[in-house]
């Protein structure tokens, strides 16, 4: 399905968030555009007007933590999760929203379900895979993992979407979406779909998603990355409140 073939939403106010803290932002909403869902980033409460739904990205859980508190959007998520806004982590954001966290404090603790991070081990032991979830695609949907947790079980009213071997990869409440992996650097649009549906919106499209017209760069026509901005950017130094100089986030 070509993305000039993909039909803008039909009905449902609002729009869907993008946590902008940290990690893989742009690949999202470029996901999201390519729905015809209406997307913007979200780095303070006044952003959080009028969103339907929030995807809390992959990255790294501790850094995003730290920034949530250091900011106090935690408190935000919590309030807007309890007036209806659906909430979708993938990776780190799944980690994010865990009730139980092996071996550590839970952070925002909005979905029944124990996690434990980094659990196929290192960096290295990063992969990807395919799996057929037939209430979201009538064909196998590619699956990329990083440093991915592993979803260890899931308590009352949480449903599993996706069970592989020893681990739940993807799981959902009525209010929370999670999947341990990374759609957004996929071609296929078959999460993104199906998590605007859930926050009420109607994308066209069919069931088997796959947007020919993506590639692993997409994202950067939102992201504006060229040699020459990166040359120019401010050092992080003077971006970012004092007190987060010289610290090393744990786990990486
Ligand atoms: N390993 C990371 C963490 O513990 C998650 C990695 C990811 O989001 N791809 O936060």
Not at 88 to 101: D, F, H, Q, V, Y
Not at 179 to 187: A, C, M, V
Not at 231 to 241: C, F
Request: glycine share 10%; proline share 7%.
């Amino acid at each position: 399905m070509s993305r000039a073939e993909l039909k803008p939403p039909i009905a449902a106010g609002g729009m869907i968030g993008v946590l902008d803290l940290q990690g893989d932002v742009c690949e999202h909403l470029d996901h999201l555009g390519r729905l015809g869902v209406a997307a913007r980033p979200v780095k303070q409460a006044e952003d959080f007007e009028g969103l339907a739904g929030l995807i809390l990205p992959g990255g790294e859980s501790t850094c995003l933590a730290r920034l949530l508190q250091i900011f106090d959007i935690d408190k935000v998520i919590i309030r807007k999760f309890h007036e209806g806004v659906k909430l979708w982590g993938t990776c780190a954001g799944a980690i994010l929203l865990a009730k139980s966290l092996t071996g550590e404090t839970p952070h925002l603790g909005l979905i029944d379900i124990e996690v434990e991070r980094n659990g196929f081990g290192s960096q290295l032991d990063s992969f990807a895979s395919e799996a057929s979830i037939p209430k979201l695609s009538q064909t196998p949907i590619p699956l990329t993992f990083i440093r991915a947790p592993k979803i260890l079980s899931v308590g009352e009213g949480v449903d599993v979407l996706l069970r592989m071997g020893d681990f739940i990869a993807a799981a959902e409440s009525p209010g929370v979406l999670v999947t341990i992996f990374h759609p957004e650097l996929t071609p296929s649009l078959a999460f993104h779909r199906y998590f605007a549906r859930k926050c009420g919106f109607r994308p066209g499209g069919e069931e088997t998603a796959i947007d020919p017209s993506w590639d692993k760069t997409s994202w950067m026509r939102l992201a504006r990355i060229t040699p020459m901005d990166r040359r120019s950017a401010e050092p992080l130094a003077k971006v970012l409140p004092q007190e987060m100089d010289h610290e090393t986030p744990e786990g990486i």
